[in-house]
């Protein structure tokens, strides 16, 4: 599977953006799928994960209330919804696909897209 992310941009703390991730191929239905971001300097954290029917979410901690991970299967999009937006949310943000739904580790996600860049300025 192939993955191309999108949605990212400059905006103010409080804010909100919602990035989308579009993925190629006939099986996005059958893959859990996840999102991950990663700062400057820093390692690639898990953000969200979604399973492939959408029925579980897992949310990193410090995002939950504030991010929700959505699919549209017909549509071989995932989404994450970011509202409540902070500074420390400034990073660049991957899909991620084929992992377990809530797997912190990127090892454990074997397809990843490009990322796209979030800014949140203070």
């Known amino acids: 599977v192939q993955l191309q992310a999108c949605g990212g941009g400059l905006v103010q703390a409080g804010g909100s953006l919602r990035l989308s991730c579009a993925a190629s191929g006939r099986t996005f239905s059958s893959y859990n799928m996840g999102w991950f971001r990663q700062a400057p300097g820093q390692e690639r954290d898990f953000v969200a994960g979604?399973?492939?029917?959408?029925?579980?979410?897992a949310y990193a901690d410090s995002v939950k209330g504030r991010f929700t991970i959505s699919r549209n299967n017909a549509k071989n999009t995932v989404f994450l919804q970011m509202n409540s937006l902070e500074p420390e949310d400034t990073a660049v943000y991957y899909c991620a696909a084929g992992g377990p739904t809530a797997a912190k580790v990127r090892e454990n996600w074997p397809h990843w897209g490009q990322g796209t860049l979030v800014t949140v300025s203070s």
């Open positions: 979604i399973s492939w029917s959408g029925g579980s979410t």
